[in-house]
């Protein structure tokens, strides 16, 4: 159901010139919202990914420059301007570097203006110091994709509790509704048609656990299981990591059984074509590709740390591994083939609740949209 308001603009701050799933979840959720009927602007940097897709996309733009993290009160009020001139009534922002200066352009603006934090990454350590919570003050609504995210917020911070919401991180599940078949998915990415194939996606960086993964597999007294990375060294740092991996295929004698294919936008595809989903890293927050995999049907066995637990419902809905440990990733491997699968029916329920059209929903009733 398409919701039109015209009275309410919406912007979404987003200054990073990376392109991760931070930049591509403020994204996602603009173009939601601008199909649900709001008048939205991106504020971002010029030439930026960001400014690049939603220039595809077509979502208005309104260019700002470098800002500091902290303190940055000419920035502050050039972003005031930009609020006033769109008559901009609620500014989202996902990256705590954007969000001094966001509070102070909601000082500075000629209007009320409601602002949101969505939660990408967890705190860590305590933020009630003086500091944090006159920052955090300035915000009307902080919002968690997990409920041990919203515990920890309360836990860690003197922020009004009221304010302190959970909405999980959205998704577009009709994409991954299976339309390409496992052996035509095989044939595009040019996969063995009649073998058991893990899959690991994500750009190559050493806490991804491409590396952790292959020790486990080396563990394994099962010859037959095969490995399938997809994505891209990270710029400017990830090709000696890639060799690392290499090296490592070559070391275990893994070059028939190791498959390593660029990142595609049609991601899909990849999930369609594996049996196995491995989140190795140490502690994901929130792993959006666990929820595309399970989304696609695809059993996930992710480390016992960040968000996957949660998301995995404690191991209800998939298997957990020490983090860090390739003997104990190699354990739940071997489990994973001996023992009765996850039935598909159960994965599909388990991630209804991040379907972007009830998540949309739930951010129009929290933030007043």
Request: glycine share 6%; charged share 20%.
């Amino acid at each position: 159901m398409i919701h039109k308001s015209h009275s309410i603009h919406l912007a979404y701050l987003c200054s990073s010139v990376s392109w991760g799933g931070l930049e591509m979840n403020q994204l996602k959720n603009a173009l939601w919202m601008q199909e649900r009927g709001k008048n939205v602007l991106m504020i971002c940097k010029k030439n930026s990914p960001v400014a690049q897709s939603c220039l595809s996309v077509g979502i208005t733009i309104a260019y700002i420059e470098d800002h500091r993290k902290y303190y940055d009160f000419k920035a502050g009020k050039k972003l005031a301007k930009i609020l006033n001139q769109f008559n901009i009534t609620h500014l989202i922002i996902r990256d705590t570097r954007d969000l001094s200066v966001s509070v102070i352009a909601k000082r500075k603006a000629d209007h009320y203006v409601h602002l949101s934090y969505f939660m990408e990454m967890q705190l860590g350590v305590s933020k009630k110091n003086l500091f944090h919570t006159i920052r955090f003050k300035g915000l009307d609504a902080w919002c968690c994709p997990l409920i041990g995210l919203v515990n920890q917020v309360k836990t860690l911070t003197r922020i009004d509790q009221r304010k302190i919401h959970h909405i999980p991180s959205a998704l577009d599940l009709s994409r991954f509704s299976n339309n390409v078949s496992k052996e035509k998915a095989r044939e595009i990415l040019n996969l063995p048609q009649n073998q058991i194939i893990v899959g690991l996606s994500g750009r190559f960086d050493p806490f991804k656990g491409h590396l952790l993964l292959l020790d486990a597999i080396h563990l394994l007294d099962n010859k037959h299981i095969n490995v399938c990375f997809l994505g891209e060294p990270t710029k400017g740092s990830g090709q000696e990591y890639i060799e690392q991996i290499y090296q490592s295929i070559e070391k275990y004698k893994l070059t028939e059984r190791v498959f390593i294919r660029p990142f595609r936008q049609d991601i899909e595809v990849f999930y369609a074509a594996i049996d196995l989903f491995i989140m190795a890293s140490k502690a994901e927050t929130f792993g959006m590709v666990t929820i595309e995999a399970m989304a696609s049907g695809v059993p996930v066995i992710a480390s016992n740390g960040g968000g996957s637990p949660e998301i995995l419902g404690e191991g209800k809905f998939g298997r957990l591994f020490e983090p860090l440990n390739a003997q104990s990733l190699s354990e739940q491997l071997k489990a994973f083939f001996v023992q009765e699968r996850i039935d598909k029916s159960i994965l599909l329920d388990a991630v209804a609740i991040y379907d972007h059209h009830k998540v949309c929903e739930k951010v129009e009733v929290v933030l007043g949209l």
